[in-house]
């Protein structure tokens, strides 16, 4: 059985602060009608596609999985890690690594601001129209 990542689930200890993260660095939006009104649930979507993020107060819920120790590394895809990094450099970002080629690309990881692992990455032209090719894409 063939699956995609349809949703990246974020616990969060400040979750206006990671929306705010998510919205004003990757392009995410608030989708208001599957986020609660009191802001302990954020729901955003990308125009962009991939998957969706929920932003989930980790203090209210946390779906058994442990805070401490562990964790989800969410990769986004941008038409330009490099460019991006330049852009991020400027805002108060947590870096882990400098932009690295990853043979199939170009990627850099940062923390978002509950501390969990971030990669942003682009590939390469050819491979972009070989998964194109491919329906992939």
Do not use: C
Request: glycine share 8%; proline share 4%; hydrophobic share 45%.
């Amino acid at each position: 059985m063939a699956s995609r990542i349809g949703l990246v689930m974020v616990l969060s200890s400040d979750t206006a602060r990671a929306r705010a993260f998510y919205s004003d660095l990757l392009g995410y939006e608030q989708v208001d009608q599957l986020s609660s009104p009191d802001g302990e649930f954020l729901f955003l979507h990308s125009s962009a596609g991939g998957p969706d993020i929920a932003i989930q107060d980790a203090a209210k819920q946390d779906y058994g999985i442990p805070s401490a120790r562990g964790g989800l590394s969410a990769a986004f895809i941008v038409d330009d890690a490099d460019a991006t990094y330049a852009a991020w450099q400027a805002k108060e970002v947590e870096f882990v690594s400098e932009v690295i080629d990853i043979g199939a690309g170009r990627m850099f990881t940062v923390k978002d601001p509950d501390g969990n692992y971030i990669e942003v990455y682009h590939l390469n032209p050819d491979l972009l129209a070989m998964r194109k090719q491919i329906g992939w894409d």
